[in-house]
T-cell receptor, first 112, second 117 residues
Framework: TQLLEQSPQFLSIQEGENLTVYCNSS?????LQWYRQEPGEGPVLLVT?????EVKKLKRLTFQFGDARKDSSLHITAAQPGDTGLYLC????????????FGQGTRLTINP | SAVISQKPSRDICQRGTSLTIQCQVD?????MFWYRQQPGQSLTLIAT?????????ESGFVIDKFPISRPNLTFSTLTVSNMSPEDSSIYLC??????????????FGPGTRLTVL
Protein backbone atom coordinates (compact mmCIF):
# COMPACT_ATOMS: atom_id res chain seq x y z
CA THR A 1 0.00 0.00 0.00
CA GLN A 2 1.13 3.48 -0.86
CA LEU A 3 1.26 5.64 2.24
CA LEU A 4 1.19 8.85 0.22
CA GLU A 5 -1.15 9.01 -2.76
CA GLN A 6 -0.43 11.69 -5.31
CA SER A 7 -2.90 12.85 -7.93
CA PRO A 8 -2.94 13.28 -10.75
CA GLN A 9 -0.05 11.06 -11.79
CA PHE A 10 0.20 12.77 -15.17
CA LEU A 11 -0.84 16.29 -16.15
CA SER A 12 -0.30 18.11 -19.41
CA ILE A 13 -1.57 21.68 -19.70
CA GLN A 14 -0.98 24.82 -21.69
CA GLU A 15 1.27 27.65 -20.58
CA GLY A 16 -0.60 30.20 -18.49
CA GLU A 17 -3.06 27.77 -16.95
CA ASN A 18 -3.33 27.03 -13.24
CA LEU A 19 -3.04 23.57 -11.69
CA THR A 20 -3.16 21.78 -8.37
CA VAL A 21 -1.40 18.57 -7.36
CA TYR A 22 -2.62 16.64 -4.34
CA CYS A 23 -0.81 14.45 -1.83
CA ASN A 24 -3.08 12.46 0.46
CA SER A 25 -2.66 9.94 3.25
CA SER A 26 -4.61 8.26 6.01
CA UNK A 27 -1.57 8.72 8.24
CA UNK A 28 -0.43 11.80 10.12
CA UNK A 29 2.95 13.24 9.19
CA UNK A 30 5.09 15.48 11.35
CA UNK A 31 6.32 17.23 8.21
CA LEU A 32 5.91 17.00 4.50
CA GLN A 33 8.24 18.02 1.72
CA TRP A 34 7.78 18.76 -1.97
CA TYR A 35 10.52 18.06 -4.50
CA ARG A 36 10.86 18.71 -8.23
CA GLN A 37 12.97 16.45 -10.39
CA GLU A 38 14.04 17.21 -13.92
CA PRO A 39 15.34 14.58 -16.35
CA GLY A 40 18.90 13.49 -15.59
CA GLU A 41 18.96 15.15 -12.20
CA GLY A 42 18.18 14.31 -8.61
CA PRO A 43 15.11 15.69 -6.81
CA VAL A 44 15.45 19.27 -5.60
CA LEU A 45 13.74 20.30 -2.39
CA LEU A 46 11.15 23.04 -2.93
CA VAL A 47 9.57 23.42 0.49
CA THR A 48 8.93 21.78 3.84
CA UNK A 49 5.62 22.25 5.66
CA UNK A 50 5.42 21.45 9.32
CA UNK A 51 2.35 23.01 10.93
CA UNK A 52 -1.23 21.90 10.22
CA UNK A 53 -2.94 24.50 8.04
CA GLU A 54 0.36 26.04 7.03
CA VAL A 55 0.58 27.81 3.68
CA LYS A 56 3.91 28.61 2.04
CA LYS A 57 4.48 30.50 -1.18
CA LEU A 58 7.43 30.22 -3.53
CA LYS A 59 6.87 32.69 -6.37
CA ARG A 60 3.99 31.17 -8.40
CA LEU A 61 3.90 27.99 -6.28
CA THR A 62 1.65 27.75 -3.23
CA PHE A 63 1.99 24.82 -0.83
CA GLN A 64 -0.55 23.93 1.82
CA PHE A 65 -0.44 21.40 4.66
CA GLY A 66 -3.81 20.07 5.76
CA ASP A 67 -5.12 20.94 9.20
CA ALA A 68 -4.85 17.31 10.29
CA ARG A 69 -1.37 16.95 8.73
CA LYS A 70 -2.53 14.06 6.55
CA ASP A 71 -2.55 15.82 3.21
CA SER A 72 -0.91 18.56 1.22
CA SER A 73 -1.39 20.39 -2.04
CA LEU A 74 0.77 22.24 -4.52
CA HIS A 75 -0.88 24.94 -6.61
CA ILE A 76 0.91 26.53 -9.56
CA THR A 77 -0.41 29.79 -10.97
CA ALA A 78 0.18 30.75 -14.58
CA ALA A 79 2.28 27.67 -15.34
CA GLN A 80 5.35 28.08 -17.51
CA PRO A 81 7.32 25.52 -19.57
CA GLY A 82 10.09 25.76 -16.96
CA ASP A 83 7.71 24.20 -14.43
CA THR A 84 7.82 20.93 -16.37
CA GLY A 85 9.12 18.05 -14.29
CA LEU A 86 8.32 15.28 -11.84
CA TYR A 87 6.83 16.60 -8.61
CA LEU A 88 7.22 14.39 -5.56
CA CYS A 89 5.73 14.76 -2.12
CA UNK A 90 7.49 13.04 0.76
CA UNK A 91 6.61 12.82 4.41
CA UNK A 92 8.29 12.21 7.73
CA UNK A 93 6.00 10.26 10.02
CA UNK A 94 7.35 11.30 13.39
CA UNK A 95 9.90 13.55 15.02
CA UNK A 96 13.31 12.00 14.88
CA UNK A 97 12.28 9.56 12.17
CA UNK A 98 14.83 9.45 9.44
CA UNK A 99 12.99 7.81 6.59
CA UNK A 100 11.10 9.79 4.01
CA UNK A 101 7.98 8.22 2.58
CA PHE A 102 7.53 9.24 -1.06
CA GLY A 103 4.40 9.56 -3.12
CA GLN A 104 4.24 8.10 -6.62
CA GLY A 105 4.98 11.46 -8.21
CA THR A 106 3.14 13.74 -10.62
CA ARG A 107 4.66 14.15 -14.04
CA LEU A 108 3.81 17.66 -15.18
CA THR A 109 4.20 18.93 -18.73
CA ILE A 110 3.61 22.56 -19.58
CA ASN A 111 3.15 23.11 -23.29
CA PRO A 112 4.17 26.46 -24.80
CA SER B 1 22.07 22.91 1.14
CA ALA B 2 24.78 20.26 0.82
CA VAL B 3 26.62 19.75 -2.46
CA ILE B 4 26.52 16.08 -3.42
CA SER B 5 28.32 14.42 -6.28
CA GLN B 6 27.98 10.89 -7.63
CA LYS B 7 30.24 8.81 -9.81
CA PRO B 8 29.68 7.52 -12.37
CA SER B 9 26.84 9.63 -13.72
CA ARG B 10 25.82 6.77 -16.00
CA ASP B 11 27.04 3.35 -17.04
CA ILE B 12 26.08 0.47 -19.26
CA CYS B 13 27.00 -2.91 -17.82
CA GLN B 14 26.78 -6.55 -18.75
CA ARG B 15 24.62 -8.90 -16.73
CA GLY B 16 26.46 -10.78 -14.02
CA THR B 17 28.94 -7.98 -13.36
CA SER B 18 29.01 -5.52 -10.45
CA LEU B 19 29.14 -1.74 -10.31
CA THR B 20 30.19 0.46 -7.42
CA ILE B 21 28.63 3.91 -7.19
CA GLN B 22 30.34 6.62 -5.18
CA CYS B 23 28.67 9.47 -3.30
CA GLN B 24 30.69 12.41 -2.02
CA VAL B 25 29.32 15.24 0.15
CA ASP B 26 30.96 18.62 0.73
CA UNK B 27 30.25 18.58 4.46
CA UNK B 28 30.10 16.06 7.26
CA UNK B 29 26.70 14.41 7.63
CA UNK B 30 25.40 11.76 9.96
CA UNK B 31 22.87 10.01 7.78
CA MET B 32 23.24 9.05 4.15
CA PHE B 33 20.58 7.26 2.14
CA TRP B 34 20.58 5.23 -1.04
CA TYR B 35 17.50 5.15 -3.27
CA ARG B 36 16.49 3.41 -6.47
CA GLN B 37 14.26 5.05 -9.03
CA GLN B 38 13.02 2.75 -11.76
CA PRO B 39 12.04 4.27 -15.10
CA GLY B 40 9.03 6.53 -14.72
CA GLN B 41 8.67 5.69 -11.03
CA SER B 42 9.08 7.39 -7.69
CA LEU B 43 11.93 6.78 -5.27
CA THR B 44 12.35 3.60 -3.25
CA LEU B 45 14.70 3.59 -0.27
CA ILE B 46 17.32 0.85 -0.46
CA ALA B 47 19.19 1.46 2.79
CA THR B 48 20.33 3.97 5.35
CA UNK B 49 24.06 4.30 5.97
CA UNK B 50 25.57 5.56 9.21
CA UNK B 51 29.27 6.13 9.56
CA UNK B 52 30.94 3.38 11.56
CA UNK B 53 28.05 0.94 11.53
CA UNK B 54 26.43 -1.46 9.14
CA UNK B 55 23.80 -0.12 6.80
CA UNK B 56 20.13 -0.70 7.57
CA UNK B 57 18.31 -2.24 4.61
CA GLU B 58 14.66 -1.85 3.67
CA SER B 59 12.38 -4.76 2.99
CA GLY B 60 13.21 -6.34 -0.35
CA PHE B 61 16.85 -5.25 -0.37
CA VAL B 62 19.72 -7.37 0.98
CA ILE B 63 23.34 -6.70 1.77
CA ASP B 64 24.63 -9.41 -0.57
CA LYS B 65 23.01 -7.70 -3.53
CA PHE B 66 23.61 -4.07 -2.48
CA PRO B 67 26.65 -3.88 -0.20
CA ILE B 68 27.23 -0.39 1.17
CA SER B 69 30.31 1.21 2.68
CA ARG B 70 30.41 4.35 4.81
CA PRO B 71 34.06 4.88 5.75
CA ASN B 72 33.70 8.50 6.90
CA LEU B 73 31.19 11.33 7.34
CA THR B 74 31.49 12.63 3.76
CA PHE B 75 31.58 9.51 1.61
CA SER B 76 29.63 6.34 0.84
CA THR B 77 29.52 3.68 -1.84
CA LEU B 78 26.74 1.41 -3.07
CA THR B 79 27.60 -1.71 -5.06
CA VAL B 80 25.04 -3.33 -7.32
CA SER B 81 26.17 -6.95 -7.46
CA ASN B 82 25.58 -9.69 -10.01
CA MET B 83 23.50 -7.36 -12.11
CA SER B 84 20.51 -8.29 -14.22
CA PRO B 85 18.44 -6.13 -16.59
CA GLU B 86 15.93 -5.64 -13.76
CA ASP B 87 18.57 -3.59 -11.95
CA SER B 88 18.45 -0.94 -14.67
CA SER B 89 17.48 2.17 -12.72
CA ILE B 90 18.66 5.50 -11.46
CA TYR B 91 20.49 5.16 -8.15
CA LEU B 92 20.47 8.22 -5.93
CA CYS B 93 22.23 9.07 -2.71
CA UNK B 94 20.90 11.66 -0.34
CA UNK B 95 21.95 13.25 2.91
CA UNK B 96 19.90 14.55 5.76
CA UNK B 97 20.33 17.93 7.31
CA UNK B 98 18.88 18.15 10.76
CA UNK B 99 16.83 21.31 11.07
CA UNK B 100 16.11 20.64 14.67
CA UNK B 101 13.86 18.25 16.42
CA UNK B 102 10.84 18.91 14.24
CA UNK B 103 11.81 17.83 10.77
CA UNK B 104 14.68 16.64 8.66
CA UNK B 105 15.25 17.58 5.06
CA UNK B 106 17.04 15.43 2.53
CA UNK B 107 19.19 16.67 -0.30
CA PHE B 108 19.90 14.48 -3.28
CA GLY B 109 22.82 13.81 -5.55
CA PRO B 110 22.37 13.95 -9.34
CA GLY B 111 21.94 10.19 -9.61
CA THR B 112 23.67 7.37 -11.46
CA ARG B 113 21.78 6.02 -14.45
CA LEU B 114 22.51 2.31 -14.79
CA THR B 115 21.60 0.21 -17.80
CA VAL B 116 22.19 -3.53 -17.62
CA LEU B 117 22.24 -5.45 -20.89
Amino acid sequence: TQLLEQSPQFLSIQEGENLTVYCNSSSVFSSLQWYRQEPGEGPVLLVTVVTGGEVKKLKRLTFQFGDARKDSSLHITAAQPGDTGLYLCAGVKSRGAQKLVFGQGTRLTINP
Amino acid sequence: SAVISQKPSRDICQRGTSLTIQCQVDSQVTMMFWYRQQPGQSLTLIATANQGSEATYESGFVIDKFPISRPNLTFSTLTVSNMSPEDSSIYLCSVERDRGQFYNEQFFGPGTRLTVL
